[in-house]
Every structure is written in C-alpha cells, then in structure tokens.
DNA sequence: TCTGGGGTCCTAGGACCC
DNA sequence: TCTGGGGTCCTAGGACCC
C-alpha cells in the first residue's frame, strides 16, 4: 500500500446500455436492457433507467422482461463498444504509460506515472475531475465513476462509492475508517460463496473480518483466497499496476434455446467452435497444447473434458477432432443445454509448419498429405493410415515414437496406439482425388 | 423455459521423476 | 517388505469477475 493516493480506478457507467443511448437518440432517458434476447439470456448491462425497474446485470432476460416489459432490450453492438473503449483507453494512456484495463468499460491508471506536480489529494482530486470531463468529450456523452486510493484495491472500492458520474478520493490514512463499516460482499473476490461461509462464522462486516486470524482464515477459505482476504480486511494491498497482461486461455461457447440430444449435431457444433477458436489463435499469433470442452447439461450441471498434446497447436481440424474424442466420452443423454471448446496453455509462437506453409494455407487445406515413410513427418492432427487399424490421426510424435488415434465420425473415441515412427506399416493418409503437388 | 460468454485463479488428487 | 519426500504436470471442478 502507498502513502499517497496514486492508483486511479475508472469505471464508465452502464457502458453498454450508455452506448445505445448514445447513437440511438430516441433511447435517451428511456430504460435500455444490453444482452441475450434468446430464450436463455441474461442481462449484461441495464441503463439506470431499468434499474428502476430492479433489472440487474446477470438477471435473467425473461425476469428482465416482466420487471420492465416497456424497455428495449438489445443484443448488443460490440464493436461500437469495443470502439468506445479504445478511444478511453487511448485517453487514459495519453495521461500515463501505466494503464491497466481490466475490461472494455474499466481501467487502473498509475498515477506515479502521471505527469503531476505533487500527489497530494487536492491535486489527485482536480486532476481526476479534470479526466472525467474529458471523458465525456472523448466519447460523446459518456460519463465515468472514478476512485482514486493508495491501492488497486482502494480505488476500485471508492469508484462504486458515488455511482453514476462521481468520483471518491480516499486520503491515504483513512482506509480501514472507510472499510470497517462495510459489508463484506464489497471486498473484490468475495462472492456469495465466499459470503456464505463468513456469515456461517458470523462474519458480515470487514470490522469483524478484521478479528479473524490468518490461519483461522486460511482453515476457513483455503491458502490463497484466505491469505488475500486477510490482508485485504486491514487494507493491505501492493498489486502493481500491470499494463501487459498476457492471454492463458481462447475459449468459444453457446447455450441453446432447446437442449441438444443429437450427437451428430453436437459433433457438428463443436467442429465449429473448434474452428473459430483456431481462427482467433491464428489472428493473434497464439497456439496452446491443451483443448477443453465444456458440457452443460439439462439439470445445469457443467462438466469439463480435456487433453493435452505433446506440442501446441492451432490447427482446426486437430481442435476440433480432440473436441469430438472428449465428448465421446460422456453421456449426454438427459440433453445439452451449453457447448463449448477452450484451448489453453498457450505458446506465443506457432509450431513450425512442416512445409513451410503459412496458417492461412491451412485454411484452404484442412486435410494436411504428408510424403511416404520419411522421418520427422508426423504433426498432429495429420491423418494416416494404419494396414490393420485403417484410418486415424496424429495425436502426438516424439522421440522416434508416433501415437495414433483411430476414429471415424460414427465412433469418435477410437483406440489409441502408438509405433515407431518409422513403421512401414503407417502411412500418410491420402484424400480421394489424385494431388499432383503431393509427389512419391 | 430460472441461470450468457469471455476470462482468471485456485484446489486436490494422481502420475511420474529424482 | 516397508514406505521417503519434493517437484512438476495433468485433469476436473469451483469461485469469481465484468
């Protein structure tokens, strides 16, 4: 924590729905719902407006409608959102190298690495109003919360203190006067999860979290939630603000109005999500060794299936065939009401295409032919062909070894088996028409 | 016909290696 | 012939955030 309030938290208000007010006039002043308008969709946004009416984020869209039955519920246009925010972004950067969005609609800035003459409150304080009017001027109209504290977790809590279009500065000092009264649910991290345990204990308040010891704590919530929550309660925070933070994970998924029951249709859909999935890993340089899918089913319950290759990948047919396997082994039977495909444990390199080709030659040539017997030709995802197995494909190579997983599209979760990679007996597999460029 | 989509981080158990 | 530890990787699930 720092001695002088330097970590600014922007937040712009009811961004989403702002938006749409914006650029569409006749919405002005009138309750405006961003969010799924499908049978199960939720609310991601609620212009104040709305909230009148108790529509919340996160509320489901059908309890949305008979709350507000007279809004307008939109599906949301993000790239308009994306725009907005770039031009915020690009603002806050212009007043400090050290900015950190965490989402399109919120940002910590370093004051530190501000241009100011002194950090004292006074200061903060008229430069902070200063940012929110030029808030509105860059984005036409929009207005932002602001919190201004000695720590990231200071300034996000005074952002939420005077919403819409406020702004709290928290002099350095009366942190832990300002938390004790609050309840704990303020604290970033505690959910109703967490909320529910504490209140079991007796815990509402941060004043009576603040007499939890920490390995009472760390019993009661688990080794680093407990320890962070701990430091958090007395005000402890030194998280630095981090303007490069890099992707983990690109996931794809999407709920649908009825529950699926058909594995070939499911197959189908996750092929595509595999696909776009693929798409966005290329469009940013990235490749990643394991695939998850995600299932839910009917009663809600959300299962999780995933692999991990030998070498990262971005291909779309290898994403989409190891999406396949993994379903294969569950039994969805009851029906899917959610389907998705994550690719994690990302590499910023791709592997070294084999031939030299680039990811968009990919793209035109989904079925990858590979020369005859020759060594080092095995990637994964390639098909071959096995004299007693018949057809399968590449799940991993490496040292002189070749596993092969035998599948067609009736039976995705085929036998695996592994070769030398030298075997006569395996082979690249071919498509159908003669291919000139393919030679021996 | 309650309950999105994109993420991050943590935990716990088992495999495997030294 | 009884039973090490530590470290890392992988998998599944859960909590949480916007």
Excluded at 86 to 110: H, I, K, T
Excluded at 254 to 276: H, P, V
Excluded at 314 to 342: H, P, Q
Excluded at 384 to 407: I, N, Y
Aim: hydrophobic residues 40%.
């Amino acid at each position: 924590m720092r001695t002088e309030a330097s970590v600014l938290h922007l937040d712009l208000d009811a961004f989403f729905a702002a938006v749409e007010q914006r650029d569409k006039p006749s919405l002005r002043g009138k309750p405006v719902v961003v969010g799924g308008v499908g049978g199960r969709g939720v609310v991601s946004t609620a212009s104040y407006e709305a909230r009148r009416y108790g529509v919340r984020s996160a509320m489901s869209t059908r309890e949305a409608r008979s709350r507000c039955p007279h809004a307008a519920f939109l599906s949301g246009r993000f790239h308009a959102y994306r725009e907005t925010s770039e031009r915020v972004m690009g603002l806050l950067r212009s007043v400090s190298p050290l900015v950190e969005p965490l989402s399109l609609d919120e940002a910590f800035v370093d004051l530190r690495q501000a241009d100011l003459p002194d950090l004292a409150v006074p200061t903060v304080t008229a430069f902070a109003q200063d940012l929110r009017r030029r808030v509105v001027e860059v984005t036409d109209g929009l207005t932002a919360s602001v919190g201004v504290g000695s720590s990231k977790f200071i300034a996000k809590i005074a952002s939420d203190l005077d919403k819409p279009d406020g702004l709290v500065v928290v002099a350095p000092g009366t942190e832990r006067d300002l938390l004790r009264p609050m309840n704990v649910t303020v604290i970033p991290g505690v959910g109703p999860a967490t909320t529910e345990r504490l209140r079991r204990v007796g815990i509402h308040t941060v004043e009576e979290l603040e007499t939890v010891t920490e390995d009472e704590m760390v019993r009661l919530l688990g080794n680093a939630h407990g320890t962070w929550l701990f430091h958090l309660a007395r005000a402890q925070d030194d998280r630095a603000v981090e303007p490069e933070r890099e992707t983990k994970s690109v996931s794809v998924e999407g709920t649908y109005d009825t529950d699926l029951t058909d594995r070939t249709l499911m197959e189908g859909l996750l092929t595509r999500q595999a696909g776009e999935v693929a798409t966005r890993l290329g469009k940013n340089g990235l490749s990643g060794r394991t695939v998850t899918i995600k299932v839910r089913l009917h009663d809600f319950t959300t299962l999780s299936r995933s692999s991990t290759l030998p070498s990262p990948t971005d291909s779309r047919t290898t994403i989409a065939r190891m999406a396949r396997t993994l379903l294969a082994d569950l039994d969805t039977s009851g029906g899917v009401r959610l389907l998705g495909v994550g690719v994690s444990g990302l590499a910023d390199w791709v592997q070294e295409d084999l031939f030299g080709e680039t990811a968009e030659a990919e793209e035109e040539l989904p079925e990858i032919v590979v020369p005859h017997h020759s060594r080092r030709t095995w990637a994964p995802g390639m098909d071959v062909e096995h004299e007693e197995m018949g057809r399968g494909w590449v799940w991993g190579s490496g040292r002189g070894v070749v596993t092969v997983r035998f599948e067609t599209a009736q039976t995705p979760a085929g036998p695996v088996r592994s070769y030398a990679e030298d075997d006569p007996a395996l082979s690249a597999w071919r498509p159908p028409e003669p291919d000139p460029a393919a030679g021996g």
